[in-house]
């Protein structure tokens, strides 16, 4: 088997050191065929930095490299060009200082790469100097590949002044570009994020947004073709460690790790996760745990917000263009960054444009991002979230009513004040939220001939149906009589009675800050 590149950026060592490589060469043609301003948004660790690679080792001719892909025989590698590939994954960018000094750094490299004595003094014209002299001595247009673009702002959100100065610096240095447009043959920007135009792209207000475009959805990520193709012996490999079948392993490594999409029709999987996945053999969190959650967790706090985690949110599509430094959008920033995908995309019946409903991708991000919150929420640990998680598991396929209590008691108790709600539904997300947690399958309001069930909880031979009551004030027990009243009225149990499974009905009622809860098992009929 090919060695699995994870962590990988270099397409030119990938190649040559017979690193797996999944080809994209016929979607990047697609794209370098097309036009040639573009800028595309991913989340970190999904590719971006190699596709930037191999899109300069395409422009510069390398063709040895592209043996066997899908280019190899489409492309006229007669024809070179120089490539500028600014990198801010590498630069300083603390204070505008840093991140001048390292651009005009960068600047100085490539002048010396290509002998050339620059005269200018300003950045701006330093590089626009650059370009204008590359582009004369070598009689071709020169390319410019921008990684991690917006790297400099998001390193500095958490200290706005410097954001702000660093947005600066890099709005002159883009705008650049569209000054220098006789001496560019292709542009190509990508990064996190989308900024608004008037804040960083104003200058270089040609770029061609493809992030939600199509034609390019599959341009980073795996798709599930691409997974069951490429990992074929990485698959049986799995599958042979956790001792399950071909098959069982697929739709595992499917609910972990797929789910991404941007146009709602094409999904894809995580690239970083499903190569760790390959190598460790484990079913956890792999991409979520190599960035920090802290700022995502924050926003979601500050907004009271943990419905994006748990029911569809649609949004038109004039919310993705871009978002302010001081106004950030908490459902905009989680679909950019990754913690909430396109689910589907359809045409907003009122008027032209489109509506986009955004979802939690996949199990890797949900468990990890609901640890994390909640852990936040009632100030504790994610380790601790971590052994309650396992605690209330057993409880709940034990059927030990007392002990679930006592926890969900424990964990509502820590939740401050001010983020306490003030209606039945308030506490009917934030226990989804923790059930989320579980490993169970929860179908929130899940449909019946007789009406609606709160929740239902699936796990090997184990169904768990609740019912979720809430008063102002009042008393605990009739809320709980209640509850199980209604289950047992409507039979919500009689779809799951039938399934070999073990069923037990789950009342939970909170009244004001108390709660309490009841388990009932269901007898075999």
């Known amino acids: 088997m090919q060695k699995l590149p994870i962590g990988m950026q270099s397409f030119a060592n990938l190649r040559n050191d017979d690193y797996l490589y999944i ?23 999904f590719g971006k930095s190699l596709l930037v ?53 960068l600047v100085d490299s490539y002048a010396l790469q290509h002998q050339l004595s620059l005269s200018r003094e300003t950045l701006p014209g330093r590089f626009q100097e650059l370009l204008e002299q590359i582009h004369k001595s070598t009689k071709q247009q020169v390319v410019v590949l921008v990684d991690e673009y917006d790297k400099p702002i998001i390193d500095n959100l958490s200290n706005l002044e410097i954001a702000e100065a660093n947005r600066t610096v890099l709005h002159d240095f883009y705008q650049v570009m569209k000054a220098a447009d006789e001496h560019l043959h292709f542009i190509f920007l990508t990064g996190v994020s ?14 061609h947004d493809i992030t939600l475009n199509p034609q390019f959805a599959a341009i980073c990520g795996y798709t599930q073709a691409e997974l069951e193709s490429y990992f074929d012996p990485y698959i049986e490999e799995l599958a042979q460690t956790r001792e399950c079948t071909k098959q069982e392993a697929i739709e595992k490594i499917k609910y972990w790790y797929d789910g991404y999409s941007w146009d709602g029709a094409t999904f894809v999987y995580n ?9 460790e053999k484990e079913f956890i969190d792999h991409w979520f745990a190599t960035g920090s959650p802290t700022f995502i967790v924050n926003i979601l706090k500050e907004h009271n917000d943990v419905k994006s985690l748990l029911e569809p949110i649609k949004l038109p599509a004039a919310s993705f263009d871009s978002f302010d430094i001081r106004a950030i959008q908490p459902q905009v920033l989680m679909f950019q960054t990754g913690y909430l ?13 489109m509506l986009y409903t955004l979802g939690v991708p996949n199990e890797e991000v949900n468990q990890a991002l609901t640890t994390h919150l909640l852990a936040s929420y009632a100030a504790v640990s994610s380790l601790d979230v971590g052994m309650v998680r396992s605690q209330m598991m057993g409880q709940l396929l034990e059927g030990n009513p007392q002990a679930l209590e006592r926890n969900l008691q424990e964990l509502f108790a820590h939740i401050p004040y001010e983020l306490w709600g003030s209606d039945e539904k308030y506490y009917h997300s934030l226990l989804l939220l923790w059930l989320n947690l ?45 509850a199980l009243a209604q289950i047992h009225e409507r039979r919500y149990y009689e779809r799951y009675a039938g399934s070999h499974k073990r069923v037990a009905l789950l009342g939970i009622a909170f009244a004001g800050k108390e709660i309490a809860c009841r388990m009932e098992e269901l007898s075999p009929s």
């Open 194 to 207: 989308k900024f608004s135009k008037v804040s960083i792209f104003s200058g270089l207000n040609n770029l």
């Open 438 to 482: 579980l490993g169970f399958k929860v179908d929130a309001e899940v449909s019946t001939d007789k009406g609606r069930i709160d929740a239902v909880w699936t796990w090997k031979e184990r169904a768990v149906i609740a019912e979720i009551k809430y008063a102002a004030q009042g008393n605990t027990d009739k809320l709980l009589d209640t």
């Open 341 to 353: 995908t396109v689910k589907k995309k359809e045409q907003d019946p009122f008027n032209d444009t």
């Open 23 to 45: 080809d994209k060469t016929e979607i990047i043609h697609r794209l370098i065929t097309s036009g040639r301003p573009f800028f595309l948004s991913r989340p970190r660790r």
């Open 53 to 105: 690679s191999t899109l300069e080792a395409i422009f510069k001719g390398q063709k040895e490299l592209f043996k066997g892909l899908w280019i190899e025989d489409k492309w006229d590698w007669t024809k070179q060009h120089p490539v500028i590939r600014i990198d801010f994954g590498g630069t300083a960018n603390r204070s505008p200082e840093n991140l001048q000094s390292s651009l005009n750094s």
């Open 271 to 279: 690239s970083f996760s499903t190569l760790v996945l390959f190598a």
